[in-house]
């Protein structure tokens, strides 16, 4: 019989930015544990292997963003920005301007390279994701916020995601495994408190 | 006056997005700027707000439900805008169409981007104070008639241009007895089709496209305008594979595996796609590269109920006939229990269609893109043919493949296809080789 697993509203640190408006206009910020995030329009039944989440205690959100389902473990890092809504002509253009900015802080230190923004916007190695993004676009706002994968493995993602209904022409139907990795995978050993210091940097900059 | 507000395109370029929420009901009076509902394309949730004070009058699409850009959302009774003031509305939005962004950037309180505007036939005058219906009539030609909606599908049904047509209702409003009384009157051609339709029924059905019915569609468009089509077409004898089969057919059945000639097909394929790997591959244009499979996962074009499936059969070139079949078992049952999920789906390398079994000869398959190719397995006819310098009977089984022509060139194609007629055509092959 197919349960429903309940979900809160999503009460993490970097929606503060939007709640508050004007207090910041971007928050970096470490997950302390796991935690399931759908997107708005996802359901947990169709999104999430429910019985690995119950059985391993997952709290299981839902953003106000669009897009499809992650995961989040102190092993991500997420990055939020806030803009008013005329500061930029369309969304896309958000998505662009936030992940060029998270792009260029990550090819400064610790020196990745090859990256590229695919799909709508997800920021990728050649064609393997490290990050996803979405927006949420109030009345008078427009906010981003991006998970990047700095150590977590794959098989997290495996364990907890089903594969979601809608991707990216990218990612050609390939599993969580042989679509998303994270930078360490790829050769860069990170010092997550420290990459949040580089980031708010560069952001203030 | 009531303004019909559609779904406006929120600056992604997409056509399409769907109704998570409603924040208004009929009758809710809103203001401008307000919001009227939230929608979701494929990375953004947005608010969309309302462009006019108003009372919501009518409200399209349903939560969950995907809409189009430019399909209506609502529909705002404005109070107090009528007569001259409605015209100079209508005034409004006509030279707004001219320049769009620029209007409804300032019109739409909030939503950036292009904002598709209801055009001049969207309002409706609510009197005929300050519209002289002598004016309105002068050039019927060159306006666009004010109906109502029933009118509108009148005159769609009987044929009737709605344009041509003298409106009696308020403002000038053509009224379905407008649109009855012209057909009627004989007026055009159309007005006996029209009232044969009457007699027969509407000549066309028009349904909403299934959600696979327009992923189908996607997908086909979608190889059609990136890969480079090309096909080749043969026949193999296949009289040994009929024996064969005929051999191991009862053996099977004792252990309720049907087989069919398809776990040979497949098995050919598979190997050939091994000694001809290009056939397994996919081209990443964008980055340069080619993408090699070192696996096979063979796709198999199943025409069901609902439309075209394809499920993957995975590792296909490890498995046994045995294994094979009762994977194709497996998926002929899937299939009659609509079972077939997005799982069964991903990842395949190269697709197979039997179309022969519903009774085509040759085809030209559409390629499942990105995958290099597919190949089409025609109805195995009794047909003479020469052995040993005489005319005997064999048993024809036609082919048709169609390669992405960027990713493999002719000569490949031909010997990757002789390779799998040779296994059809002599099946010890498939275990000797």
Redesign the interface.
């Known amino acids: 019989m197919e349960t429903t697993l309940g979900y809160q509203k999503y009460n993490l640190p970097d929606i503060e930015i939007l709640n508050h408006p004007g207090d910041k206009f971007f928050h970096v910020w470490q997950p302390d544990k796991t935690y399931i995030v759908l ?3 996802n359901k947990t039944e169709s999104s999430v292997n429910i019985d690995a989440a119950q059985v391993d205690g997952i709290s299981i959100l839902k953003r ?4 499809e389902s992650v995961i989040l473990t102190p092993k991500n890092i997420v990055v939020a920005f806030l803009s008013n ?2 500061d ?6 958000f ?1 662009k301007n936030s992940n060029q900015k998270i792009m260029r802080a990550l090819e400064k230190w610790p020196g990745v390279k090859g990256l590229h923004q695919r799909g ?2 997800d920021l990728s190695v ?2 393997i994701k490290i990050a996803g ?8 706002y427009l906010f981003y916020h991006c998970v990047i994968n700095v150590a977590e493995e794959v098989s997290l993602i495996e364990r907890y995601l089903k ?1 979601p ?2 991707e990216p022409d ?1 990612r ?4 969580h495994s042989e679509f998303v990795t994270n930078l360490q995978n790829l050769g860069y050993q990170i010092d997550i408190p420290q990459l949040i210091t580089h980031f708010e940097t560069e952001f203030w900059d | 006056m009531r303004h019909i507000f559609k779904f406006p395109d929120i600056g992604e370029g997409l056509d399409e997005g769907t109704i998570l929420e409603w924040y208004v009901k009929k009758g809710q009076s809103v203001e401008a700027g307000e919001s009227l509902v939230k929608m979701e394309t494929d990375k953004v949730v947005t608010d969309i707000p309302s462009p006019r004070d108003g009372v919501i009058a009518a409200r399209y699409g349903s939560e969950g439900e995907t809409i189009n850009v430019g399909d209506p959302l609502v529909e705002i009774e404005m109070e107090g805008v009528e007569g001259e003031a409605a015209q100079e509305e209508s005034k409004k939005i006509d030279e707004g169409e001219a320049s769009k962004m620029e209007t409804v950037e300032e019109e739409a309180a909030g939503v950036v981007g292009t904002l598709e505007s209801a055009g001049n036939n969207a309002f409706l005058p609510a009197s005929d104070e300050g519209v002289s219906v002598a004016e309105t009539n002068e050039k019927p030609s060159q306006k666009k008639a004010i109906a109502t909606p029933v009118a509108r599908a009148l005159a769609k049904e009987l044929n009737v241009d709605i344009n041509e047509v003298k409106g009696t209702g308020p403002g000038a409003r053509v009224m379905k007895e407008d649109i009855q009384k012209y057909a009627d009157s004989g007026s055009t051609n159309a007005s006996n089709q029209g009232r044969r339709m009457l007699d027969e029924g509407p000549r066309v059905r028009i349904e909403p496209m299934s959600q696979m019915r327009k992923t189908i569609a996607k997908n086909m468009l979608r190889s059609k305008h990136n890969a480079a089509h090309m096909s080749v077409f043969d026949e193999v004898e296949a009289s040994e594979l009929i024996a064969i089969r005929s051999r191991f057919k009862d053996k099977f059945k004792a252990d309720d595996i049907k087989l069919s000639y398809l776990p040979f097909i497949i098995k050919a394929t598979a190997k050939a796609l091994k000694k001809h790997p290009v056939l397994n591959s996919e081209m990443d244009m964008e980055n340069g590269k080619m993408i090699y499979k070192n696996y096979v996962n063979i796709g198999i074009a199943v025409d069901t109920d609902d439309g075209l499936l394809v499920p993957v059969i995975q590792d296909a070139d490890r498995l046994s006939i045995r294994e094979l079949a009762v994977k194709i078992n497996e998926i002929a049952e899937k299939a009659r229990k609509r079972e077939i999920s997005m799982e069964d789906m991903k990842d395949g390398t190269f697709t197979i269609t039997s179309f022969g079994s519903i009774g085509g000869k040759f085809a030209v398959p559409v390629i499942n893109y990105p995958q290099a190719g597919i190949l089409g397995i025609g109805r195995m006819a009794k047909q003479p043919v020469v052995k040993n310098d005489a005319v005997v009977p064999g048993n024809m089984l036609p082919l048709s493949m169609s390669v992405d022509h960027r990713i493999v060139d002719g000569g490949e194609v031909t010997r990757f296809l002789n390779q799998i007629m040779e296994y059809l055509g002599d099946p010890i092959n498939l275990i000797m080789d």
Do not use: M
Not at chain 1, 64 to 67: F, H, M
């Open positions: 997107g708005q329009s106000p963003s669009g897009g809504q005329e930029y002509k369309k969304p896309l253009d998505f709508i916007s050649d064609n993004s979405a927006i949420y676009r109030s009345k008078n594969h209904k809608r990218y050609k139907g390939r599993k």
